[in-house]
């Protein structure tokens, strides 16, 4: 049913978005006459590669840095690739990976190999599913550019504050996913674009129906200050990457 309903909706997404992304693709290879798409290697569903297709939204070449973690303050973020990521239209090209079975739409978010080598044996559950375009995590951390900005190692400072909250969210989606899961992350995805503030209490509204850790639903309010905390799995907070 999931593979069905993925199929469906990717392909109609596609055909929606077709105009705008073909805009935006333009105008991404008008900057600097290269490629407007980011094919980025990524791991999925049980350890597999697959080739993920994004939007570019920075200068051509920008992967070569070896900074996976990307700062809002960025600067090999470009100014139409400002745009691309306010409006999520990178995440958008991801309808083609959905419908050729790569992802699907709702499920912890892919990751590339440098950082699922870091994965903990429970994190490594978060590989038994594919990966999707949005679950819990997106939206609590669509900040997660500002969340970095400023910071001397982006990595690191994922690893620190982000991933500790961001996998154990993916695996309480794992535990948790139906159907009707789908959908409402789906729509709080949708209503997040508009209202952050109000897609988070949906979010915090379905996690305590499903009786989540306190401290998990405390974080994801995002009223405090993010702070570093073990991955699930440690008890120790990651001190290099």
Do not use: C
């Amino acid at each position: 049913m999931k593979r069905v309903f993925d199929i469906i909706i990717s392909f109609f997404g596609l055909l929606f978005f077709s105009s705008i992304l073909l805009s935006a693709m333009f105008l991404v290879w008008w900057q600097d006459k290269h490629s407007p798409l980011y094919i980025s290697e990524r791991v999925g569903i049980n350890g597999s590669r697959f080739k993920m297709f994004k939007l570019r939204s920075m200068l051509f070449g920008a992967d070569k840095s070896g900074v996976d973690s990307t700062s809002s303050d960025d600067h090999r973020i470009t100014p139409i690739g400002k745009f691309i990521r306010s409006y999520k239209l990178d995440e958008v090209t991801q309808l083609w990976n959905v419908l050729i079975g790569d992802m699907s739409l709702v499920g912890p978010r892919p990751n590339v190999k440098s950082e699922t080598d870091l994965y903990t044996k429970e994190e490594e559950k978060l590989l038994i599913v594919r990966p999707g375009i949005t679950d819990f995590a997106s939206i609590i951390f669509s900040d997660e550019g500002q969340i970095l900005e400023g910071r001397k190692n982006p990595d690191l400072s994922y690893n620190q504050l982000i991933r500790p909250w961001k996998s154990r969210l993916g695996l309480i989606y794992i535990e948790n996913q139906s159907t009707l899961t789908d959908l409402k992350i789906i729509i709080f995805t949708i209503i997040s674009i508009f209202s952050k503030k109000n897609a988070i209490k949906l979010v915090i509204s379905q996690l305590e129906k499903i009786n989540v850790d306190p401290k998990v639903i405390k974080v994801s309010a995002r009223v405090e200050k993010l702070y570093p905390y073990p991955p699930p799995g440690s008890n120790e907070i990651v001190s290099s990457r």
